[in-house]
């Protein structure tokens, strides 16, 4: 039974003052206790409580009510490992906006005033910013609700008050729906521009919809294989790029060790980041022939790397080959070291390889692909009952990559072009026999024309 013991202060300035002490038996047996209170009867109604609370199973050790967000939430950090660029991020905001605010505020003492007025006062670079380091902190204190070191979180489910006026910070103007998708001859015209390599590797991100990091990783071994189902009383095949479940994804962040301590860079293939990104993509035939010229020619591994074999980093790529194509470039004379370079009319100005995976759902969508296909190849998870009851056929897929076909060779028409790069014909031939089997989509009746 709890109890209460005097305290007498022998402090300079406050000697001989009273206080008592709450004393009670923990769950383990031991004794805890809580000083400060100024009568007898006030510590020892808390320490029934503290029994009481240990009796119905909600009791939560004051000293862990006590534990500061910075030591907790480096805890918590330990406890759920990530991937590494989820890991970089988390410390990212922790250091960078959260940590020298509340680094040491005990977890008892937050509430949502206060966490939404500091959100409205962060400057972020990105608006999203602020609601990123919320969510991320909100999660902290659930795992401390769940650890039993507080008994509610105070930030769950609470909706983000916007900064207004003055005090707002300036956000970044957003692009409009037309600029977050390319025209095919756009792309087309950045993909020439580019040469056969670079160029390629944005023109199979227009048609395939593949992620930066999918594209980075794809390896021959993943590429033009063939996709065999029966149809129709035959085999249907057609080429596809398959997203490695193990390595289908080259991922780039900064290392961290335990504590958050910077590690060096990190350039990696690794898993994609959910189940629904391991996937075969259909290729069109256009870009199967494509894809089979480059690989015959291309002596590394990695399909888009760069010309030594090396993994590209994303902001190298995007300063150094796709930022010149899409924006423009000046002239350049002949300089030591360098020969010079004619210029670059802008074709699509901020043009980003993300903007290049909405174009290829955007060419989906036009095209009247069907949602169980759609949503296949993009990798993206389908909500709803209809996810579990629909499914891709065979002509689903022949009609995406007829509609495929069609929006490239219309773009060509347009644009007079007969060859990519000046190396392949891209015309249509009139004889069976000058077509590449290897990379045409067929239905055959009995067999399979590629056994």
């Known amino acids: 039974m ?23 038996k923990k769950p383990d047996g031991t004794w805890g206790s809580e000083p400060g209170f100024p009568t007898k009867k006030t510590a020892e109604q808390w320490g029934d409580e503290q029994e009481a609370a240990m009796r119905a199973g909600r009791w939560v050790d004051p000293e ?34 959260i940590l020298p605010k509340w680094e040491h505020t005990p977890l008892i003492a937050f509430n949502w005033f206060d966490v939404d007025a500091w959100q409205q006062s962060l400057l972020c670079d990105e608006e999203t910013t602020a609601g990123h380091c919320v969510s991320l902190m909100s999660s902290i204190l659930t795992g401390a609700v769940d650890a039993k070191h ?8 609470r909706r983000r008050t916007r900064a207004t006026g003055s005090t707002a910070p300036t956000a970044k103007p957003k692009k409009t729906a037309e600029e977050q998708w390319a025209t095919p001859e756009v792309v087309l ?11 390629l590797h944005m023109l199979t991100t227009a048609f395939t919809g593949l992620g930066w990091g999918e594209s980075a990783a794809l390896h021959r071994r993943n590429a033009l294989l063939t996709r ?43 898993p994609p980041k959910n189940k629904k990104r391991a996937r075969d993509i259909d290729v069109p035939p256009f870009l199967a022939r494509l894809l089979r010229y480059h690989l015959d020619d291309w002596k590394h591994g990695q399909v888009f790397c760069t010309p030594n074999g090396k993994f590209w980093r994303r902001s190298n790529f995007g ?8 924006d423009g470039r000046d002239a350049l004379p002949t300089v030591k070291g360098h020969k010079a370079r ?26 009247g692909v069907k949602a169980a296909l759609a949503f296949e190849q993009a990798g993206h998870a389908r909500p709803g009952i209809k996810a579990i009851y629909q499914h891709p056929t065979p002509a689903m897929r022949q009609e995406r990559l007829d509609g495929l076909e069609e929006i490239f060779q219309r773009a060509m ?18 004889t069976p026999e000058d077509d590449l089997p290897e990379i045409s989509q067929m239905i055959t009746q009995g067999q399979d024309l590629a056994a």
Request: glycine fraction near 10%; hydrophobic fraction near 35%; charged fraction near 30%.
């Open 189 to 199: 015209q950045i993909a020439e521009r580019l040469g056969p390599v670079n160029g």
């Open 2 to 24: 709890a109890y209460a013991e005097k305290r007498v202060s022998a402090a300079k300035g406050s000697k001989g003052k009273v206080s008592w002490r709450a004393r009670y």
């Open 150 to 157: 507080i008994t509610v979180n105070p930030l769950f489910g």
């Open 342 to 367: 004619s210029a670059w009319e802008p074709i699509m100005k901020g043009l980003t390889v993300r903007d290049l995976r909405h174009t290829h759902d955007t060419y989906q969508d036009q095209i």
């Open 64 to 97: 862990l009510q006590r534990k500061t967000f910075g030591v907790w939430a480096r805890e918590w950090m330990k406890a759920k490992p990530k991937r590494g660029a989820t890991i970089d991020k988390r410390w990212n905001l922790l250091q960078q906006h």
């Open 319 to 326: 300063r150094s080959v796709l930022r010149p194509a899409a």
């Open 228 to 270: 065999r189902q029966p149809y129709d009383g035959g085999v249907f095949t057609c080429p596809i790029i398959r997203v490695d479940p193990e390595v289908g994804e080259l991922a780039e962040y900064t290392g961290r060790d335990a504590d958050g301590n910077r590690t060096g860079l990190v350039l990696q293939l690794e």
């Open 413 to 430: 028409r347009n644009l007079g072009l007969r060859t990519l790069w000046g190396r392949v014909d891209l015309v249509k031939r009139s």
